[in-house]
C-alpha cells in the first residue's frame, strides 16, 4: 500500500486536484502524494521566469523536487503536454493550472479593457477545451494543483474578475473530472471528493 502523509492510499483515484489559496501547502501536499505513489513522477510546470521573484519562487521549488523526477516546462500546451507525457505506469503531476490559465490569458499580449466585456483569446478557448479532453483521456495517475482565487474582495477591473470567473470555472471542471478533489489551508488537506 502506498500511504500518503495524509494517510491515503494514492492508487484510490486515477485523478486528484489540490486546490487551496497563496502559501496554502497545496504543493508540497501534492509533491508529498506523488512521491508517495512510488510511481515515476513527470513535474509539468506552468510557470515562466518573468522576473527575479518568480525566478527564486521556481528554483526553490526545483531544489525542493527529487532529483529523480522529469521535469517539463510548458506554458501552453497543457494538453500536448499531458498527453506526451502520461503512460498507465506513471504519475504527471501538474503545478498550477491558475498559472496556466493566466498564461493563455495574456500570451497575445492583448490590452484588455478596466471596464466592460472581456472576449476570451481563441488561444485560451482552444487550449482549456484540449486541456479538459487530454485530462478526461490520460491512460495514468495525474495531479492538478490550483489557487483559489474567488474567497476575497471581488476585484475592481474587468480583466481581474474575468480572470477569478473563469479561474473558479476551470476548477469547477476539473472537479468534476477528477476522482479525488482535496482542498488544502494551512498545510492541512480536507477531502471534498473521494473515489467511489
Known sequence: ?????????????????IFGGARSGKSRHAEQLASASGKPVTYIATAAVGD?????????????????????????SLAAALTAHSRPDNLVLVDCLTVWLSNLLFAGQHDYPEIGKIVAPALFLQQRSAFLQALQAAPGEVILVS????????????????????????????????????WVAAGLPLTLKEPR
Open 147 to 182: 489557487n483559489e482565487v474567488g474567497m476575497g474582495i471581488v476585484p475592481q477591473g474587468a480583466i481581474s474578475r474575468w480572470f477569478v470567473d473563469e479561474a473558479g470555472r476551470l476548477n469547477q471542471a476539473v472537479a468534476a473530472i477528477c476522482d479525488r478533489v482535496q
Open 1 to 17: 500500500m502506498h500511504e500518503s502523509a495524509s494517510g491515503m492510499d494514492v492508487r484510490d483515484g486515477k485523478r486528484t486536484l
Open 52 to 76: 527575479e521573484e518568480m525566478a527564486a519562487r521556481i528554483a526553490l521549488h526545483r531544489q525542493q523536487r527529487p532529483a529523480t523526477w522529469h521535469t517539463v516546462e510548458e506554458q501552453l
